[in-house]
Structure formats: C-alpha cells, structure tokens
C-alpha cells in the first residue's frame, strides 16, 4: 500500500564530535530519533556532569537531555568504538576540522567507512579552505568525495525545543546525501537533499558574515528598509562570489542559502548578528568576544572571505566593510555611509569567467575529468 508518511530511519550508532550548543542539539535530535547516541567533548567536566545530570554544563543549560546520549572524552575516540560507529557528525567549529580529522584519520578503516556529516559554517583562517577541502587534504580524495554537509535555517535554541525546521544535505556522492537526510529527517525536522556541496558550504559561511552587516546596521539604530536591503544585497553578493568559486547560483535560493541568510540576519539568538550589533553599539570586538561565551564563526570567516573574494576579483563591498570593521579598526558608522554613497550599478550580475577555485578542487578530489 502507498503511504505518503515518512518511515523510521533504521536505528544507528552515531558519534558527534563536539558539545557545544550544535553539537549536543543534534546530539538531543538524534536519540530522540531512536539512534544511539555518543557524544565526544574535550572538556572532562562537561562530559562527566552530562553522564550524570543529562544536562550541559555550559550550552543550552535549561534542557533536559535524551538519557539516550553517552558523552565520551575530553580523549578523542579509539578505532574499535569508530569501528562500531554507522555515522560521525562533526559539530566544532571549521577551525578545528583539520586537527580532529588528522588525529582521527589513522582510526578510520576505510574498507567500513562510517558516514561523514559535517555542519560547521566557515572558511579555514590559515589556508582559506572550505571543509571538503580539508577533509580531502586530511582523509584523502576517496573519503572526501562521499562526505556529507548539513546546513540550513537551524538555531540549536531552537531545534531542541523541536520547533519545525528544515536543512540543506548535500554532498557530491547523492547517495550519501540521501542517508544523511534519511538519518535526520523527522516529521519536525526536514531535510532537503543535493548535490552542491561547495555551493552549501559557501552559503552557510558566508551567511554569517552578512549577519554581522546587519547586526551592525540594526545597531545604528536603522529600520526595517536597511535591513531588508541588506539581506537582499547579501544574497546578491553571496550568490556572485559562489558562481566566481564555481557553485550554482540556485544552491544560494535553497534553505543553506536565502533561509539561513534571512533567519540569522534578522534575529538577536544569532551570535553573528549579535556580535554586529554590539558592534553597532559602539563595544569593542575583543570585548564582545570575551563575553560571547560561544563561536560566532563570521568573525574569522570575515578574514577568509576577504582572501576568497581578492582572488577571484568580485565584488563584495557589504563583506569587505564587514573584514574593514573587524580588522582594520574602521568605524562601523563611516563604513555604512561608505557603502551608501558607492556608485549606482546594474542590480543583478553573475560574474563571466567562474569556477576556477572549484575546478582546482574536483582536481583535488580526482573528479577533473
Ligand atoms: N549553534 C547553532 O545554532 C548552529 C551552529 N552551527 C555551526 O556549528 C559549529 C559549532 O557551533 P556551536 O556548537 O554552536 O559552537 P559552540 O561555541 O557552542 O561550541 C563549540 C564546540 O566545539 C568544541 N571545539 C571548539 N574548538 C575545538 C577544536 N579546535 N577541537 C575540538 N573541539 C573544539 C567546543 O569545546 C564546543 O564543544 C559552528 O561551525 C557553527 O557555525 C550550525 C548551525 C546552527
Ligand atoms: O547558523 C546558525 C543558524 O542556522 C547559527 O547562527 P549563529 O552562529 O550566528 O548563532
């Protein structure tokens, strides 16, 4: 008989890296799913008082976690628990990627690769590396061409009160994105699935820089029309620099893109957009930060962006103003006067000569046929 209705996902092993607020989110979503649940911190306090209180010492304090998630660490995992795992989700920030990875990769046995989720939003500050590009440079091609990225509209503050949210899943191998979405999906949460890896990637960490813009402007003190300017003119700007990088324009109207770009840049619970904001307000970056008790990955994907949008010769100036506040001590004021008083151009263009950066990639991945 035909059903509409979605079936269970049969029960996994999962095993998230990361506790902070995404990490033990999705750590929550997943046992609540019926999988079983490992969750690996490095921080030894957290992971005893969470085995005993099911509660996190420092994230999303209020809730009450699934009794259904065993937190492991602060030592990173032996190969015979990753043996045992069917899934490994990544939840740390894009910083962090790389040394997890090189310490994880001699325990993973290639021949029963579990599957590989990431959902950090950023660009590496040291290479200007997106996270496929990692994990190709520290896993190695075979392993990177079947990895998964989950990204979208998706507040951790928010999903653990299971308040209706739906997500990107992409990766180049469409099966793999297809296991993902059947390991997440719940009548409460909805993933969409595709093959655009590079184009979710880029979205979700580039989003967080627009957010910062518009934290900013909210925090000048301008309205309703600047903000909904500056959410259409990042899309815009996002979806330029995507198409120079070699991702397709339509991955930035997806839920990775426009969704998460209007989710984050209109709501004080984005860290990115508070931190624009107490900018706005005249507090120093170094303060906001000291104080902000958790990632706000805009800040250093600021830098990376920069780098990115240079190479390929666009123009970006919402996230060039944004890289001016953070880096260059410019006042957030003067900025937004500056970015008002630029010349008058044509509203929508896609840059002519694209892909380069992405065809460097697939050569990476062994995919430059
Ligand atoms: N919080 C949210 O609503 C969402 C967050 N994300 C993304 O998820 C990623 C993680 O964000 P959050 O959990 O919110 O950050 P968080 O600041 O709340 O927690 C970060 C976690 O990563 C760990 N960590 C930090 N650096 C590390 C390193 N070098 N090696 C290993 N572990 C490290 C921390 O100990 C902590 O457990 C970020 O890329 C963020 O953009 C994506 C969607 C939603
Ligand atoms: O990416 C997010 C929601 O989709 C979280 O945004 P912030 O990192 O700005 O809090």
Redesign the pocket.
Known sequence: MHSNSHSPAPRSKILVF??????SCLADHLADSEHDVYMW???ADLVEYFNQHHKNLR?LKDHDFSTNIRAIGPALPEADLIKQMDVLLF??????VR??LNQLRPRLDEANLPLLIF????IEVSSNALTLEIIAETCGKDIARVATFISGP???KEIVKRQPTMVSVASLSEAHAERASEVFHQPWFRCYTGNDPIGIELAGALKNVYAIAAGMADGLGYENNTRASLITRGLSEMTRIGTAYGANPLTFLSLAGVGDLFLTCSSPTSRNYTVGFRLGKGETLEEIIRTLG??A?GVTTAKGLKAVVDDLGVAAPIASGVYEVLYEGKDVEERARWLMALPPVRELELPEKAGVPMRHLMKKLGLDT
């Open positions: 990361g506790a902070g607020n995404f990490g911190s490095r921080e994230y939840a740390i920030p894009t910083d962090g040394s997890t959902v950090n939003k950023g998706s507040f951790a958790s990632v990955e």
